[in-house]
């Protein structure tokens, strides 16, 4: 974690990472609903679009949703996320009096919200120890060997038991940083990998 720390800084590679440094709980949690399954380049955009016209839950009610649509038509899957951004927006309103609440269990009980967003918006907003895993997160552990798992919700458990705690906060940003950089799905930079020699490269076929 030490060498990984040192070679992918991620504090400034990624949206959800930069929103780290003015945190605001509701245009995390909107801007995480809007990356799943689409390129960061497409969150900072779609986000950025979307705030202009409406960053609280009071304004994503009052958008039509053809609107809301439109305005993050470019993350994919935008009819979905259209309704799920109405949903959570609804939730916060009637049961939140529209904040964002900070405790894993409440964001879990509003449809919509995953482990994965629940945590990144715990670490990212609210600055808590979690380990908030994507297919990076979940993908390398078990590429190098320290784990055996099958579902990102038993990556979580497994690393809560063997990553020192103060490797927490940064754990997301630098793995999503070094696997899309370096220890990519298919076809790895293994020679520029700066922990090669740590690493078990277990299921690697092939590697540049």
Same mark, same amino acid.
């Given at each position: 974690?030490?060498?990984?720390?040192?070679? @992918?800084?991620?504090?400034?590679?990624?949206?959800?990472?930069?929103?780290?440094?003015?945190?605001?709980?509701?245009?995390?949690?909107?801007?995480?609903?809007?990356?799943?399954?689409?390129?960061? +380049?497409?969150?900072? +955009?779609?986000?950025?679009?979307? @705030?202009?016209?409406?960053?609280?839950?009071?304004?994503?009610?009052?958008?039509?949703?053809?609107?809301?649509?439109?305005?993050?038509?470019?993350?994919?899957?935008?009819?979905?996320?259209?309704?799920?951004?109405?949903?959570?927006?609804?939730?916060?309103?009637? /049961?939140?009096?529209?904040?964002?609440?900070? *405790?894993?269990?409440?964001?879990?009980?509003?449809?919509?919200?995953?482990?994965?967003?629940?945590?990144?918006?715990?670490?990212?907003?609210?600055?808590?120890?979690?380990?908030?895993?994507?297919?990076?997160?979940?993908?390398?552990?078990?590429?190098?060997?320290?784990? +055996?798992?099958? *579902?990102?919700?038993?990556?979580?458990?497994?690393?809560?038991?063997?990553?020192?705690?103060?490797?927490? /906060?940064?754990?997301?940003?630098?793995?999503?940083? @070094?696997?899309?950089?370096?220890?990519?799905?298919?076809?790895?930079?293994?020679?520029?990998?700066?922990?090669?020699?740590?690493? +078990?490269?277990?299921?690697?076929?092939?590697?540049?």
């Amino acid at each position: 974690m030490r060498l990984l720390s040192k070679n @992918f800084s991620s504090s400034d590679k990624t949206t959800l990472n930069r929103m780290r440094r003015k945190p605001n709980a509701f245009r995390i949690l909107i801007s995480c609903l809007l990356s799943l399954r689409t390129q960061d +380049k497409n969150t900072e +955009k779609v986000s950025r679009q979307l @705030f202009a016209v409406a960053d609280t839950p009071e304004e994503i009610i009052k958008l039509p949703i053809k609107k809301l649509e439109k305005l993050i038509f470019s993350s994919g899957h935008y009819k979905k996320k259209a309704k799920t951004l109405k949903h959570v927006s609804k939730v916060l309103i009637e /049961k939140y009096k529209g904040e964002v609440p900070n *405790t894993k269990q409440e964001l879990l009980s509003i449809k919509g919200i995953g482990p994965k967003t629940a945590n990144i918006v715990l670490a990212f907003a609210f600055g808590k120890s979690v380990l908030p895993i994507d297919t990076h997160c979940h993908r390398i552990p078990n590429r190098i060997g320290w784990i +055996k798992t099958k *579902t990102p919700e038993k990556t979580e458990k497994q690393l809560e038991k063997i990553l020192p705690k103060k490797f927490w /906060k940064e754990f997301n940003g630098i793995f999503v940083l @070094f696997g899309k950089t370096i220890c990519q799905p298919v076809s790895p930079w293994c020679s520029k990998c700066p922990i090669r020699k740590y690493c +078990k490269r277990i299921n690697v076929k092939r590697s540049r």
